[in-house]
């Protein structure tokens, strides 16, 4: 278990509006990923993190941005959401020592109405 | 581009029977792991293979990856109805220090 927290856990919020979720974690880790979840399609990686103040985009980037000023804290905005950003989003963590294994936090469930 | 397939997306069996989930991979990669996740939960990591040939296993669950053919195979020996949950397998890119998921296989096990 990597100590990963995810806040807030539910959300529900209309289109249009900016919404923010944070991803917390105590193990030092160095990479930090944001997916969503939908059925159908799997996991899907948002944006990922290598350090701090550093990302890049993954293969469903548009209408998210991150940021990372701290190790422990990696942040996912919707700037302005969408009803087709309805999902179920998890942050996920690995140190990539000797494996790329990922840890994954509970998971935050978005509806936008 | 690394596409990760996994095959059957869904499986319902009784209890009691083996099975095997297929994940097969596009290009070279050294590295699979599988994942399991409860409906409304997080995932929880399984297994982690490093290397060609490498086999693990935790209970009636063990885990085999074969690098040549890309493929990695999840069996399940005398499943139990608390088996019963999504596997994803996912392959890393080592070049760009992330994971690809294949789409998740449903498991079902009937009492």
């Known amino acids: 278990d990597a100590g990963i927290t995810q806040s807030p856990r539910h959300k529900v919020t209309e289109t249009g509006t900016p919404v923010t979720l944070r991803c917390h974690q105590t193990?030092?880790?160095?990479?930090m990923y944001w997916y969503r979840q939908d059925p159908g399609h799997g996991l899907r990686l948002i944006h990922y993190?290598?350090?701090?103040?550093?990302?890049d985009k993954g293969e469903v980037s548009d209408g998210y941005s991150v940021s990372r000023s701290k190790t422990e804290d990696f942040l996912l905005t919707l700037e302005s959401a969408t009803s087709s950003q309805t999902s179920v989003y998890f942050c996920?963590?690995?140190?990539?020592?000797?494996?790329?294994?990922?840890?994954f936090g509970p998971g935050t469930r978005l509806t936008v109405t | 581009e690394l596409k990760v397939e996994q095959n059957p997306l869904f499986l319902s069996m009784q209890e009691g029977k083996n099975y095997t989930i297929y994940c097969n991979y596009s290009?070279?990669?050294?590295?699979l792991y599988w994942y399991r996740q409860d409906p409304g939960k997080s995932l929880e990591s399984l297994f982690v293979?490093?290397?060609?040939?490498a086999v693990k296993q935790e209970g009636r669950l063990m885990a085999s990856l074969d690098t040549k053919a890309r493929l990695s195979t999840l069996h399940i020996t005398a499943a139990v109805h608390d088996l019963s949950a999504t596997y994803f397998c996912?392959?890393?890119?080592?070049?760009?220090?992330?994971?690809?998921f294949g789409q998740g296989t449903r498991l079902t096990i009937n009492p």
């Open positions: 293979l490093l290397s060609n040939g």
């Open positions: 193990e030092n880790h160095r990479y």
């Open positions: 290009t070279t990669s050294d590295r």
């Open positions: 996920a963590t690995s140190l990539q020592v000797s494996s790329y294994e990922q840890y």
């Open positions: 993190s290598y350090g701090v103040k550093d990302t």
């Open positions: 996912a392959v890393d890119i080592v070049s760009v220090q992330k994971l690809v």
